[in-house]
């Protein structure tokens, strides 16, 4: 299995992805060519796409290298998501989010970059920080607490949420019905049927800034460098892990992987 971390390396101006075996715990390969800080990552087949900087990386995973990449956003693409169907979706700090549609091999040019963009949605009234997909349907987060519910066929807002002391969501996840959102120092979670705030928890002491979900466990990243296990049948915290400087988590298998700020990586097994 592999496992895809960003972290900044000492590279100048450039910033790298770094692809590892986590059964060999080893690094596979880096890939370097963004001019801003890696905001977000995902994969498909064996493609990666990975925003920083106004235009969207695209890498062929087994070559190591860049394939294409693509311009429309006018500011920082903070968040992105991609399916098998090579279906992409990017938010942005223009506030806006941008729908893709890619070859199988992800090979495209910049200068082509306008007949890939399906559509673009907008709506937000501060920066898009974060997204999540579920199915045909995406929850974007915002910088202002907006929580917003797009139909990705229709290309429509469906449903609006919005965090009541207007801090900016960092991090989401969404599992059946329930929207978790990280909103400054709690995790929320959001009824996306009725659009209500369902459930707070609070534990963390400073800003949760990730968040990943594989049922019935919820992680959260802070910085208050710890990362907190949360269980979703009783809504409580089941385990909390010391992480000095954590900035993403991945969960697969029951195994969680921890990205640091020094480089390094966690690796946790999950009761």
Not at 199 to 228: A, M, Q, Y
């Amino acid at each position: 299995s592999f496992f895809l971390s960003f972290l900044a390396c000492d590279l100048g101006t450039y910033l790298c992805l770094q692809v590892w075996d986590t059964a060999a715990e080893s690094c596979l390969s880096e890939l370097e060519g963004h001019t801003s800080n890696v905001r977000s990552v995902d994969t498909a087949n064996n493609v990666i796409v990975s925003g920083g900087e106004a235009t969207v990386r695209i890498w062929d995973m087994h070559e190591g290298e860049m394939v294409g990449s693509l311009a429309g956003h006018e500011h920082y693409v903070s968040s992105l998501t991609i399916d098998d169907e090579m279906r992409l979706v990017t938010g942005s700090w223009d506030r806006t989010l941008r729908i893709w549609r890619l070859p199988e091999d992800g090979r495209v040019s910049e200068e082509n970059s306008a007949q890939y963009c399906k559509g673009v949605m907008q709506g937000h009234t501060a920066s898009v920080l974060c997204l999540h997909r579920n199915g045909d349907r995406l929850v974007s987060g915002s910088l202002s607490g907006e929580l917003f519910v797009w139909n990705l066929l229709t290309m429509s807002k469906t449903v609006e949420m919005r965090e009541a002391q207007g801090c900016g969501v960092n991090a989401l996840a969404w599992e059946r019905s329930l929207i978790f959102a990280a909103a400054d120092m709690n995790l929320q979670v959001w009824d996306t049927s009725s659009g209500r705030l369902v459930e707070t928890l609070k534990g963390h002491t400073n800003v949760i800034t990730c968040l990943c979900l594989s049922f019935p466990w919820v992680l959260t990243g802070s910085r208050d460098n710890t990362v907190k296990v949360w269980s979703v049948r009783s809504w409580t915290c089941v385990r909390t892990i010391s992480a000095p400087g954590v900035r993403c988590i991945s969960l697969s298998h029951r195994t969680s992987a921890v990205g640091m700020d020094s480089g390094h990586l966690q690796w946790w097994a999950l009761p």
